[in-house]
């Protein structure tokens, strides 16, 4: 990690851990995650416990679910956010049909356990190409079913009552990444087109290969993009908008 960066804490998405940043905490030294949300069952309540236990100043990367309590943190305490990087995620509110899809999930996992709400849901959280990749696959299902329902239950109520926070994307002064695999279905690169337009001088990257848990997909184009991120003087803002699509 660059010596000029604040230390580097990831936030992790809906029923993941530090274990999908595997490859990130290998790679940057001295970086650290939040272990999960477990309960959490709001936003805001998830940004409190990062601003509770993280430090002082960060280089805050959020993934999924984790990027919109990135936002939340940047909200609430934007001097404790050095730089922010905003990965697979979305800023929108509640679509149609997005409570019933979650909560059809949920009532799976309820009747028939956190196997079958994991099976259901992982694979289109993945590029198409890679869902017969058991090397990927089997690590990404052991950890979400970990989770169990119960988690999953608190996060998707989160989710369902998030803050908005696209208005306050024009009010980002901090050097930002916004990234995203080419393949993701789940928060496709449009999003993140809308995303990087609305921060003022924010870096698009958009990684080939790689569908929304982008972390485990992609390690080697992430952290390239990380460390590029890690170098920017945190007093300047980034000049250069790039899509690597």
């Known amino acids: 990690m660059s010596s000029r ?16 940043f595997a490859d990130q905490l290998r790679h940057f030294a001295g970086a650290t995650a939040v272990d999960g949300f477990g309960a959490c069952d709001s936003i805001p309540a998830m940004a409190c416990h990062v601003l509770e236990t993280g430090p002082a100043k960060m280089s805050l990367l959020g993934h999924s679910m984790g990027a919109r309590v990135a936002l939340e943190v940047v909200r609430m305490a934007p001097e404790r956010v050095e730089r922010l990087a905003l990965v697979s995620t979305g800023t929108h509110t509640i679509r149609p049909g997005e409570a019933e899809k979650r909560h059809a999930l949920l009532a799976l996992g309820r009747v028939q356990g956190a196997d079958a709400l994991v099976g259901r849901w992982l694979p289109p959280m993945v590029a198409p190409a890679r869902r017969a990749d058991q090397a990927l696959i089997a690590p990404l299902h052991l950890m979400s079913v970990q989770a169990g329902v119960d988690t999953y239950a608190a996060q998707i109520t989160a989710l369902l009552k998030r803050p908005e926070v696209e208005s306050l994307l024009p009010q980002i002064r901090c050097p930002t990444l916004v990234a995203v695999g080419a393949d993701d279905e789940w928060s496709p690169p449009e999003q993140h087109r809308f995303i990087a337009s609305r921060i003022p001088d924010a870096r698009l990257q958009i990684i080939a290969g790689a569908g929304h848990m982008l972390p485990a997909e992609a390690p080697d184009a992430l952290n390239q993009a990380i460390a590029g991120w890690l170098e920017m003087p945190a007093g300047s803002t980034i000049t250069t908008m790039g899509d690597d699509e």
């Open 5 to 20: 960066a604040a230390p580097l804490l990831f936030l992790p998405g809906l029923l993941c851990d530090s274990r999908v």
